[in-house]
């Protein structure tokens, strides 16, 4: 990675809640550690990965994953990059307080060219890319992987679909106009918008961007009342819910007043000691061809 990788504008930023938000940063924090969590280890099935690999994480947010890769493989190099300033600080911050040296950050618009050379690393690792990634550009981000990969090196994505689904009617409703919003500007592959609708086309992705030897796995969050997922997938709902309520208010006919009222009865039955949820994840991985074709 160069020594000064480009910065965003904010009219380069796609995301739908403040990447530079403080509150938007204690969220992912909590999210990673969940998701992290729930699938189980960092690597799942990537046995093929060599012990000192080099590894990127793109769309990093406050550096979780990468942190932990590091911190669990000490000889791998580790490199986390984000669009967010503030996510990027705190990122190396934490691995210069942990005194992890095996890991480095740093600012970069994963919706542009990537400041890397070609076959740079052995692995690519991506979360929840749906956040900011529209759908036009998922392609052109999958080649960007491909290109910085090394022959037979790996990328892998972790997607979901929806929010949650529950048995909270407000919850459920605030979901539908989340997503039908991120739809038509332009996010998700949904015909109509209901869901992101991104798990079912990875698979197809990775294929027609050049990727071989793909695989899939699936996981799930159960965030009920009486699980364990409860209080952190509760809070991440509140923050996103809160975060979102500007831009659903300017692009639905409802009146701020009755969104804001569908948002504080999501977070009473959230509360309620019959709530159910769960959250389901998809992870799809490809390899890079082993040799590279001369043009």
Not at 153 to 176: C, H, K, M, W, Y
Not at 207 to 213: C, E, I, L, N, R
Request: charged content about 20%; overall charge negative.
């Amino acid at each position: 990675m160069s020594s000064d990788p480009p910065m965003h504008s904010d009219s380069a930023n796609t995301y739908i809640l403040d990447p530079e938000s403080v509150a938007e940063m204690a969220r992912l924090i909590e999210l990673d550690n969940m998701t992290t969590k729930n699938m189980g280890d960092f690597l799942n099935e990537l046995i093929d990965l060599p012990d000192e690999a080099k590894v990127l994480d793109i769309a990093c947010g406050p550096g979780g994953w990468a942190l932990d890769m590091a911190f669990n493989y000490p000889d791998m190099e580790v490199i986390g990059i984000d669009i967010s300033q503030t996510m990027v600080a705190y990122a190396n911050a934490r691995a210069s307080s942990q005194g992890i040296r095996n890991v480095s950050f740093g600012v970069m618009d994963t919706t542009q060219t990537l400041d890397f050379s070609d076959h740079s690393f052995d692995l690519v690792n991506g979360r929840l890319l749906s956040s900011f990634l529209h759908r036009d550009v998922w392609m052109q981000l999958l080649q960007e992987c491909r290109r910085i990969l090394r022959p037979g090196g790996i990328l892998r994505i972790t997607e979901t679909d929806n929010g949650g689904v529950t048995n909270s009617p407000a919850f459920d409703q605030l979901n539908t106009l989340l997503f039908q919003t991120m739809h038509n500007a332009g996010y998700g592959f949904s015909p109509h918008g209901a869901t992101l609708g991104i798990t079912p086309m990875l698979e197809r992705l990775f294929s027609q961007a050049g990727y071989t030897h793909i695989h899939s796995q699936a996981h799930s969050v159960n965030f009920s009342s009486d699980a364990e997922a409860w209080s952190n997938f509760y809070k991440n709902a509140e923050v996103v819910f809160d975060g979102a309520l500007p831009l659903l208010q300017r692009a639905n006919p409802k009146s701020a007043e009755e969104l804001t009222s569908l948002y504080q009865r999501m977070l009473t039955e959230m509360q309620q000691p019959d709530f159910c949820g769960r959250w389901y994840l998809l992870s799809v991985w490809g390899t890079t061809p082993e040799f590279v074709t001369l043009s």
